[in-house]
């Protein structure tokens, strides 16, 4: 009997994990840019690590990764790398410190475009945003996959190249790419100003508001997060998908699309039950930016 109760519950929780392993996501990173793009992922303090911390993608090339389940964290792309004679990686834009091409820990200096993502959070569902709040680099799409069914399940992300229109106090150029912009910070980086970091007396969602400055990203990406409480028209849910995040998804066709998805949802109509999910999302994408701040 003990022996058959042993093999019973040896059986049962070799369910459960294969159960729970198939749990987990699969994330696959493309870069269609005309340039390489060397991949930094960044893992939230107490969720699972990623088998990777970061890698190089050539023009075209995709590489999928197995993402634990509940993972946290963030995506982004580092573009100008090289390695100099003493053997050192770094980056121009989105460099991670680490001084190799695994980050290790090691977040992005901005500016850099993010991917933020919390698996299986809040009621099980996944959170997921891209965040210009510490500036941009290069155009990032994040295209759920499998059952879009659940929550507010959207395509997001900055299409456009903020680049070349960047205002010039908050470009970042480059002599080795012929002086040109290369990536456009945030106005808080830029200026230090409480009013544009959303810090001091500006740290609230009612005292912190939009500028010129976060405007100019919320109008070229209006699903992006342009500046810390810009929560609303930011945050999207599904429940566990799997997700591709290209750099820079073909302007043509994902222009169009989701800039025709994009001006309907703000222009939509005002009823309660849309207030009150939108609401929702907002009260869930504050735990979610306050969380990422411990
Ligand atoms: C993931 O989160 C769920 C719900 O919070 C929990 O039940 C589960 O044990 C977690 N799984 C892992 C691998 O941490
Ligand atoms: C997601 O897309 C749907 C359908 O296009 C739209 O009604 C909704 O407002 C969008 N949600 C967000 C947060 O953009």
Redesign the pocket.
């Known amino acids: 009997m003990g022996k058959l109760q042993f093999y019973v519950t040896l059986l049962t929780l070799s369910l459960l994990s294969s159960i729970n392993s198939t749990r987990s996501a699969t994330f696959t990173l493309t870069n269609q840019c005309n340039y390489p793009v060397w991949a930094g992922l960044l893992s939230g303090a107490g969720t699972p690590p990623l088998p990777t911390t970061g890698f190089p993608l050539q023009p075209t090339q995709s590489n999928p990764i197995t993402i634990p389940q509940n993972w946290s964290g963030r995506i982004w792309g580092r573009t100008l790398c090289s390695t100099d004679f003493t053997g050192r990686f770094t980056c121009v834009t989105g460099d991670c410190g680490s001084g190799t091409v695994e980050c290790n820990g090691a977040g992005a200096t901005p500016p850099a475009t993010l991917a933020e993502f919390t698996l299986n959070g809040a009621n099980g569902m996944d959170f997921y945003d891209v965040s210009l709040v510490d500036g941009y680099n290069l155009p990032i799409m994040v295209v759920p996959e499998g059952d879009r069914s659940g929550g ?3 395509v ?1 992300g900055c299409l456009v190249d903020l680049n070349q229109n960047c205002p010039s106090e908050l470009r970042l150029t480059d002599v080795g790419a012929g002086d040109e912009s290369v990536a456009c910070r945030s106005a808080c980086e830029a200026f230090g100003d409480p009013m544009y970091c959303c810090s001091g007396t500006y740290s609230t969602p009612q005292t912190c508001n939009p500028t010129s400055y976060s405007e100019y990203f919320k109008t070229a990406c209006p ?1 992006a997060y342009s500046y810390a409480y810009d929560d ?5 849910t599904c429940f566990a998908g799997n997700y591709v995040i290209t750099f820079c998804p073909t302007p043509a066709n994902s222009r169009k699309t989701t800039g025709a ?2 001006s ?2 703000s222009s ?1 109509s005002g009823s309660l039950a ?1 207030t009150f999910r ?1 609401s929702t ?1 907002i009260v869930i994408g504050f735990i979610f930016k306050w969380a990422w701040r411990l």
């Open positions: 507010n399940c959207n997001t699903t609303g028209t930011s945050t999207f998805g994009q309907a949802e939509g849309k939108v999302v």
